[in-house]
């Protein structure tokens, strides 16, 4: 079962972690102790292989056989190039292994992976340390300087881009960066061209969506949106929706930030879609306020309500190249009938 967090008391870290995935985020879950190496090999030739991040360089010398991913989604890129971690980090408690259903072919009959926490106090450093990992990945991740000194005593750390915002790595970039690491550069290049087809067909499956409003929030501590650097607004954007104007300004460096009563205005976009815990309850609760409840979107019915804790909830917090495609399919019709004009369309949440 997910585990509910404590909202009001929340580290930084964890409450990140809660906005990024939902209040289902941070669960307990299984793990499996007999995860091993597997996978296919890198092209001969592919390595040594440097790359850039947050705080310097890293160099992979050789093939890696025992992964680990410490990032939110890593594992996904990783499974999705061939690859099975040794160990993977649990942000939701119901997954075997930390393994989504979207990932599950992906895995096939392979071992599923030791399964680490995050609670908010950082990598489980000693858990990790006993895996004995050849690579540690930590690129979609807000890992600080002092735990990734701490990892790279353990194997090389490929941590998040510098630059941007923590947590705000592209779901492109990610994919690039962890097949530069595995040395599948161009198995990575392939797989991002296919995932973004799949957005770009949904799209031109619907002209309506182009040049259309819409913005992704959720009820935290008020109501908080995300902004361009967060995924779930790129994958809007790829379908051919704007943003609305002043979002980036609001929401500053972040991938995301709690808006002010004055900004409500924000919301009332063609379609506005809220990952909430229960989407009867959460609409009765959003509709009582005074501002949000007289707003067009309300009254018109363009409102989309993800419930977080189901496996569509999971998976558009992901965004990943296996989740993207799961995503999209259900998102697109709940998006079409929040746009369609028509005050009693009903928007129906997917069976899963």
Request: proline residues 6%; negative net charge.
């Amino acid at each position: 079962m997910f585990r509910m967090i404590q909202r009001t008391r929340l580290t930084a870290v964890t409450a990140s972690a809660l906005l990024l995935f939902g209040a289902a985020a941070c669960g307990s879950g299984e793990s499996d102790d007999k995860a091993a190496p597997s996978g296919d090999s890198a092209p001969k030739g592919a390595f040594p292989v440097t790359l850039d991040h947050k705080y310097g360089t890293t160099t992979v010398k050789k093939d890696p056989q025992r992964i680990v991913t410490v990032g939110l989604s890593d594992q996904d890129a990783v499974l999705a190039l061939g690859k099975v971690p040794v160990g993977t980090t649990e942000w939701f408690g119901e997954f075997k292994g930390a393994i989504g259903p979207w990932a599950e072919k992906a895995l096939g009959d392979k071992a599923r992976p030791t399964v680490l926490h995050d609670d908010g106090t950082g990598p489980q450093v000693e858990k990790i340390a006993s895996l004995r990992p050849d690579l540690i990945l930590a690129l979609y991740s807000g890992l600080t300087k002092d735990q990734y000194r701490t990892l790279s005593k353990i194997a090389p750390v490929v941590a998040q881009p510098k630059g941007g915002a923590d947590w705000g790595i592209s779901w492109q970039d990610q994919t690039t960066q962890v097949g530069k690491a595995l040395g599948k550069s161009d198995e990575a290049k392939t797989l991002v061209a296919e995932t973004e087809k799949h957005i770009a067909d949904a799209a031109a499956a619907h002209p309506e969506f182009k040049g259309k409003t819409a913005v992704m929030a959720t009820p935290y501590e008020g109501m908080y949106v995300y902004g361009p650097q967060d995924n779930r607004s790129r994958v809007l954007t790829g379908l051919g929706f704007q943003l609305p104007t002043g979002l980036d300004k609001v929401v500053g460096d972040a991938f995301g930030a709690n808006i002010s009563k004055e900004r409500t205005d924000l919301l009332d976009t063609d379609a506005v879609a809220w990952i909430v815990t229960d989407p009867a309850k959460d609409a009765q609760k959003l509709h009582s306020d005074p501002l949000y409840g007289k707003l067009d979107a309300v009254k018109e019915g363009r409102e989309v309500m993800i419930e977080e804790s189901s496996h569509f909830g999971s998976a558009i917090s992901f965004v990943t190249p296996l989740s993207i495609p799961y995503t999209v399919d259900r998102l697109v019709p709940m998006l079409a009938a929040a746009v369609d004009g028509k005050t009693d369309t009903k928007v129906v949440h997917p069976a899963s």
